[in-house]
């Protein structure tokens, strides 16, 4: 069982940056993939990017990419999704999820635990 707290958003400005932090219970974490979906008001939720259990490989939507990273330190069992140039179409419920492998990994369905949410405002 893996519990996850997400945590770092708010309102910001565009341009600005901001670190989410996804806070996992657990101590076979490491061992899962993790992920980062957001989901916007009267939107679908969408995937944002995603990490190996190792933290050796990544992947972004083409939407973020060259923006937003996202990386990992398992021995503080912590993902983290560092934000910049934020613009106000990044404005959305950001959600960090955990799964097993990597298979169809935007997948949302296919994540197996999920955070509570935090909220990230981008203002123009």
């Known amino acids: 069982q893996v519990q996850l707290v997400e945590s770092g958003g708010g309102l910001v400005q565009a341009g600005d940056s901001l670190r989410l932090s996804c806070a996992a219970s657990g101590r076979t974490f490491s061992s899962y993939t993790t992920g980062w979906f957001r989901q916007a008001p009267g939107k679908e939720r969408e995937f944002v990017a995603a990490i190996t259990w190792s933290g050796g490989s990544t992947y972004y939507a083409d939407s973020v990419k060259g923006r937003f990273t996202i990386s990992r330190h398992n021995a503080k069992n912590t993902v983290y999704l560092q934000m910049n140039s934020l613009k106000p179409e990044d404005t959305a419920v950001y959600y960090c999820?955990?799964?097993?492998?990597?298979?169809?990994?935007?997948?949302?369905?296919?994540?197996?635990?999920w955070g509570q949410g935090t909220q990230v405002t981008v203002s123009s």
């Open positions: 999820a955990a799964r097993l492998g990597t298979i169809r990994i935007e997948t949302s369905s296919d994540y197996d635990y």
